[in-house]
């Protein structure tokens, strides 16, 4: 393959590139192997990566990527899987992040550099607004704190895991100054919120049971109430259908 040849081979995928092609440290990538790395953040930088280095992250990413069951998101800041018990992370500027709920020790929401508020904080309340729809209420106590600056630069949920290598994850909801009583502001105040009371929702829960253990009663009826909540209020459920399981459930 000269200088010249407008066909190469990704050297992650094999595919032949065609005129689209990207230079990597060993070749070329095709335009899906490039756009892959920089979407899902595999790879820094991906002109520095070999095919193969990025073939084998990229093998990691989705088989990680098949085995989680969403049953849960907020926008595209965060998934959650109730039943691989783990939150999905995808972020721009590094690596896209799965991480189990009983890995997450802590997290907070912080404005401008500040901490807001933090996991303990949170308290019932917050957990309460997934389940009672107590936005307002609840967006005023998180970020009502700060009433004397009009505007805002960031806004940003910071969760602390117990990986050593990489404990810090950042969700980045705001990052450009924005008046407080714009709408901008308030949408990034209810998204914060959500995130906030559904990831003190999936840590409040105990995960210590082994797997063989869980059994019907090992699943408390109330985790089973929030579920079915978040279900009505998301409208996978109808208030029937809610109503149906509920009575089953007290039943
Ligand atoms: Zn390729």
Redesign the pocket.
């Known amino acids: 393959m000269g200088l010249f040849s407008l066909k190469e081979t990704?050297s992650?995928?094999g595919?032949t590139t065609g005129f689209n092609k990207f230079k990597c440290k060993n070749g070329y990538?095709?335009p899906?192997?490039f756009k892959a790395a920089r979407l899902k953040g595999l790879v820094i930088n991906p002109f520095n990566t070999t095919g193969e280095e990025l073939k084998i992250k990229l093998e990691k990413f989705n088989s990680k990527m098949d085995n989680f069951k969403e049953t849960a998101k907020v926008g595209n800041y965060i998934s959650f899987s109730d039943i691989t018990n783990e939150v999905y992370v995808p972020n721009m500027k590094s690596e896209h992040r799965f991480i189990k709920y009983s890995d997450i020790l802590d997290f907070e929401l912080i404005e401008d550099g500040e901490t807001i508020v933090t996991k303990g904080g949170l308290g019932r309340a917050v957990a309460g607004g997934v389940l009672f729809g107590g936005v307002g209420a609840i967006v005023g106590g998180v970020t009502g704190k700060k009433k004397s600056k009009h505007t805002v630069k960031s806004v940003k949920i910071k969760i602390t895991t117990n990986d050593i290598k990489d404990p810090i994850v950042f969700i980045t909801l705001l990052q450009k100054e924005t008046k407080k009583d714009s709408l901008i502001y308030k949408n990034s105040a209810k998204t914060a919120q959500e995130i906030l009371s559904r990831l003190k929702v999936v840590t409040s829960k105990d995960y210590s049971t082994k797997p063989e253990e869980v059994g019907q009663a090992k699943i408390s009826v109330a985790d089973e109430l929030i579920k079915l909540k978040t279900l009505l209020d998301e409208g996978i459920l109808t208030q029937e259908e809610f109503n149906k399981q509920k009575e089953k459930l007290l039943n």
Do not use: E
């Open positions: 990704c992650c995928c595919k990538l095709c899906d192997c």
